[in-house]
């Protein structure tokens, strides 16, 4: 496991790249998420694209555990980052099921020279673009309920310890809103949400490639048009996305305003 703290890093992570004021609105945001209402792929979302914006727009990717324990794929930052969060979960190899299995994150690791460690993700990830990544556990206490993943592109990619303990922190508040809010206090009950989260899902997916195709754009913007309709609307993302599946006409009105 990487030490972020190891004498032969600390020259390289001295410094935090997070703003206090950046890092103030975010926790602001995610705890104004979990509120009535409370969406759990728009929370999960929000907290890919919002850890991804802190980092200088380093692509985030989340996976949660379902019903077996196996992690799946939730939210993403980009459609990159989308298709490695699948390979890792197909081939159950990478940083995000090392963090999840241990329980301690990931950091800092040299793509490059990961091919031992994981020897079908590590090619994978650099071929996509990557020479970088760290990984970070959704936990509460002993409790592991996820991951969350961040790349870099640059082969200096590394991150401060500062920021390391940052993103961390933002991981742990997101794992206790996930496990408390909303009255959630049995296992059973956070099971049947993430599973119903996991189901809206694979609709989700399905209405971002039907309106690409339609539409004539990138799946990022059809997910663009989704999340800004839901939120003008005060939709949750899988309702809308269950009804441009079965009746597009009657959301012809898609727009990104």
């Not at 556990?137 to 790349?151: C, D, Y």
């Not at 809206?200 to 990022?220: F, N, P, T, W, Y």
């Not at 993302?237 to 009804?243: C, I, K, S, V």
């Amino acid at each position: 496991m990487n030490d972020p703290t190891s004498p032969g890093k600390a020259k390289a992570a001295m410094t935090s790249t997070i703003s206090a004021e950046r890092l103030a609105r975010v926790f602001v945001e995610v705890a104004d998420t979990l509120v009535d209402e409370f969406d759990l792929i728009e929370f999960l979302q929000l907290l890919a694209t919002r850890t991804a914006d802190l980092l200088d727009a380093s692509p985030v990717g989340l996976l949660l555990a379902d019903q077996r324990g196996r992690l799946e794929f939730m939210a993403a930052s980009d459609e990159n980052v989308k298709l490695l969060e699948l390979f890792q979960v197909q081939n159950q190899e990478g940083p995000c099921l090392e963090a999840f299995r241990t329980g301690a994150a990931v950091v800092n690791a040299d793509l490059a020279e990961a091919g031992g460690r994981w020897p079908r993700f590590a090619p994978r990830a650099v071929e996509a673009g990557f020479r970088s990544v760290h990984a970070f556990p959704l936990r509460l206490r002993a409790e592991r309920i996820g991951a969350m993943n961040v790349f870099s592109a640059n082969v200096g990619g590394r991150l401060a310890d500062t920021d390391v303990q940052i993103v961390q922190a933002l991981a742990d508040v997101a794992s206790i809103g996930l496990l408390q809010e909303r009255a959630i206090t049995r296992g059973e009950l956070l099971t049947e949400q993430l599973q119903g989260a996991l189901n809206s899902r694979v609709i989700i997916e399905q209405a971002k490639g039907s309106l690409a195709q339609a539409r004539g754009i990138s799946v990022d913007e059809a997910f663009i048009l989704i999340r800004s309709h839901a939120r003008r609307h005060n939709l949750r993302l899988g309702d809308l996305a269950q009804t441009i599946i079965g009746d597009p006409a009657s959301v012809s009105d898609l727009s990104a305003q």
